[in-house]
């Protein structure tokens, strides 16, 4: 059993950056595929972005292309989620999430979870 462990929340003017970060602990955490999510207030979670198990594939949600960058570092068992450009729009609390399958936008297709890590952009 993986278990997810997200930092690097805060509150950031527009157009800043923050990098979140995914601490994972289990032995199986190389193997599985990692994705970002977020919800905002009154909403939906949603897709942000997923790399597969070893990093060389990488997928983003087309409103965080471009200015999103997620990563792994396998020997540290940490997923990154670098995030410039950031506007309003992308407050919301940011979860961290494994699967054992492939690419997936899907929330119902993770298997563990993070407890999440808020991310507020003021105007």
């Known amino acids: 059993q993986v278990q997810l462990v997200e930092s690097g929340g805060g509150l950031v003017q527009a157009g800043g950056s923050l990098r979140l970060s995914c601490a994972a602990s289990?032995?199986?955490?190389?193997?599985?595929?990692s994705g970002w999510f977020r919800q905002a207030p009154g909403k939906e979670r949603e897709f942000v972005a997923y790399v597969n198990w070893s990093g060389g594939s990488t997928r983003y949600a087309d409103s965080v292309k471009g200015r999103f960058t997620i990563s792994r570092d396998s020997a540290k068992n940490t997923v990154y989620l670098q995030m410039n450009s950031l506007k309003p729009e992308d407050t919301a609390v940011y979860y961290c999430?494994?699967?054992?399958?492939?690419?997936?936008?899907?929330?119902?297709?993770?298997?563990?979870w993070g407890q999440g890590t808020q991310v507020t952009v003021s105007s």
């Open positions: 289990g032995r199986t955490f190389s193997s599985v595929s």
């Open positions: 999430a494994a699967q054992k399958t492939g690419f997936d936008d899907r929330a119902e297709s993770y298997e563990c």
